[in-house]
DNA sequence: AATCGTTACGTGATGCGTAACGATG
DNA sequence: CATCGTTACGCATCACGTAACGATT
């Protein structure tokens, strides 16, 4: 019950997990505010919930995104590329649910 | 009530919604097999649960992705397009998952 | 002591499975 | 008439909001 890891994100069997998009945003807002208070009320939602989002998507991943301090908080070096590839994901699926095709 | 369209994905307020890749995965396995029934057993879940996705995510983009027969489905050409990109992000996922970092 | 992040807890929403139905070759 | 996709319904799960806590400057 220590280091265990809880597979909150693998919805399918044994077929890649999903990590959901939602956490992907409060990653990505996150880094732009360099705060989770911030970025949790830009996007509307409570400090506990993107708390608790970030703290699942770094225990799926194994990586820790961000550096927490009481000033806020700071990407880690690996937290900024993932946090690269997560624009990306999250563009992509802006731009297949505004413009329903590429 | 005829041809109101039920915001299902909107999980934020007004920022971009997002489809979940569960759903993206439904769609391209469907297009792989050509078939609803296949798809969902190769993905281990209920056609049942397969098919409303594909539906919901269809309403959420405004586009047909699929043409149903009784002898499975097909892709329209709209549907082709929304396919490639849905590939590409459920590949930017794994290898977010898989590698940790890219 | 004020601000920021974390954790506990209870509840409302919703996604899923079971099952019944409709349609088409 | 057999096979495939759709829809209805009920339930279990889980994500969220409220609230209390810990820590750092």
Same mark, same amino acid.
């Given at each position: 019950m220590a280091d265990e890891q809880d597979h #909150?994100?693998?919805?399918? #069997?044994?077929?890649s997990a999903t990590i959901p998009l939602q956490h992907l945003r409060y990653a990505v807002v996150s880094a732009e505010y360099g705060s989770f208070r911030r970025a949790a009320e830009a996007l509307l939602t409570q400090q506990s919930t993107l708390s608790r989002g970030i703290r699942e998507l770094e225990e799926s991943i194994g990586v820790i995104v961000f550096e927490r301090s009481s000033g806020g908080v700071c990407a880690t070096s690996a937290g900024r590329d993932f946090l690269r590839t997560a624009r990306s994901i999250l563009e992509q699926m802006d731009a297949l649910v505004t413009y329903s095709q590429v």
């Open positions: #909150r994100y693998l919805s399918l #069997r044994d077929q």
